[in-house]
């Protein structure tokens, strides 16, 4: 069986890969997370007893301990979804996004780079390092234009975006100039179990249940295209094992909302959940500021997974986010362990001032 150096598989997207890694026998896994506040072991707690999967804590950034780890484990892959990933921290403390996305990356590439030199030249066709990146990097579309394709020009619009577009650009660099056998992905929003209660979907359904406000910024016409991270996870897993190698791949729902559809939705499911009798949850809905730059839209035209690997979304996104709310309704210990004090001061810091 292969073995696959996952990092950041203790946050959201990288925990559900894994435990689908795990349980569909893809791969053996080495897990590098550094765990920061947007990390969870918990999400992993099933892998506990399981003999093939390992877990230690590190930086993508830390050249040493990646060498170590690559030579100790001998991957047929690293899969990067290490990364600062919230836009709004993004804009309030740029320093770990450069950090970690830019400067991190160029360092898991440069010790990757190095193992593969080495590998036996069957093992070198092999190998494979695939990036996990966003739908960000495009920029902003108006409501009229086509979705984004691979070749549409890099855009970057907030710090994040700007860190993750470099870190695209370093990975397709070493395939351009070194021949590493790199592959990218490029995806919209996510959402699904595991979510950090930072991002728009989580937040809602946990302030709903604390019967807190629903913050909107701006007047929630800002669109999102939305994949249930269930079928990112078999993409990503897909363009592993048959994409072109220095290609990248945009993964999308085919699933454009408005935010405020998005909050109106899980209101009308949590109203059948779990009801109140004294308000519906759709009350609690507040328009607040405007993010700064806030983009307006996302779109993804995925037509070339779809057309050259048979790739196709299938969840429908309604059936999805009753999942979502229901798997957040279940699992009440996760949703408590990271609600901590310096989640409750992220709260405060950004919501607040609004
Ligand atoms: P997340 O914030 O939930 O998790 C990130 C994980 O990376 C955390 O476990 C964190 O501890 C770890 N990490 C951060 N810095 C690290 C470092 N220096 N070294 C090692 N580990 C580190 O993020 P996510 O939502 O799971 O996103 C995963 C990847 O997918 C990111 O690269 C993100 O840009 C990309 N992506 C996310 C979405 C989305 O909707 N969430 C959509 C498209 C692409
Ligand atoms: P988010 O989940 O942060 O993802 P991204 O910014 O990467 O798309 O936000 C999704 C959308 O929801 C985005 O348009 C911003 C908006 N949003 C709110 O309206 N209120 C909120 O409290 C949050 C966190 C996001």
């Known amino acids: 069986m292969q073995t696959i150096l996952v990092t950041g598989g203790a946050g959201f997207i990288g925990a559900n890969f894994i435990l689908k890694a795990r349980k569909a026998q893809w791969a053996n896994i080495v897990n590098l997370d550094k765990l920061t506040y947007a990390s969870n072991l918990q999400s992993l707690v099933d892998l506990q007893e399981d003999p093939n999967y390992y877990f230690i804590q590190g930086d993508i950034g830390n050249l040493e301990l990646v060498r ?31 950090q970690t996305n830019i400067v991190g990356t160029f360092h898991l590439l440069e010790a990757s780079k190095a193992y593969w030199q080495k590998l036996t030249s069957p093992k070198q066709e092999q190998f494979r390092f695939l990036h996990i990146s966003t739908d960000e990097v495009y920029g902003s579309l108006n409501p009229n234009d086509p979705p984004f394709k691979e070749d549409n020009p890099y855009l970057p619009n907030s710090p994040y975006a700007a860190s993750k577009a470099s870190s695209d650009h370093l990975v397709r660099a070493y395939h351009h100039t070194y021949g590493f056998p790199t592959l990218t992905t490029n995806c919209s929003n996510n959402y699904g179990p595991f979510q950090f209660p930072e991002k728009l979907i989580p937040l809602t359904i946990i302030n709903a249940l604390n019967g807190k406000p629903l913050p909107i910024y701006g007047n929630g016409q800002n669109v999102r295209d939305w994949l249930y991270v269930k079928e990112h996870c078999d993409a990503i897993y897909l363009v592993l094992k048959e994409g072109i190698i220095g290609e990248a791949y945009n993964i999308g729902g085919l ?29 609690l809905i507040s328009f607040v500021k405007d993010r700064p730059g806030h983009d307006w839209r996302y779109a993804i035209d995925s037509s070339k997974i779809s057309n050259n690997l048979g790739w196709q979304p299938k969840e429908n996104f309604d059936s999805g986010l009753l999942k979502t709310v229901q798997w957040y309704l279940n699992n009440s210990a996760w949703v408590e362990s990271v609600q901590t004090s310096s989640y409750q001061n992220w709260i405060k810091q950004n919501y607040e001032k609004r």
Do not use: M
């Open 68 to 98: 170590y780890l690559l030579d100790q484990y001998q991957p047929n892959a690293v899969i990067n979804f290490a990364a600062e990933s919230h836009v709004d921290r993004s804009i309030l403390s740029p320093q770990n996004f450069i």
């Open 255 to 283: 699933n454009e909302q408005t935010n405020l559809s998005v909050v109106e939705k899980i209101c009308t499911i949590l109203d059948e959940l779990v009801p109140k009798s004294d308000f519906r949850h759709s009350s």
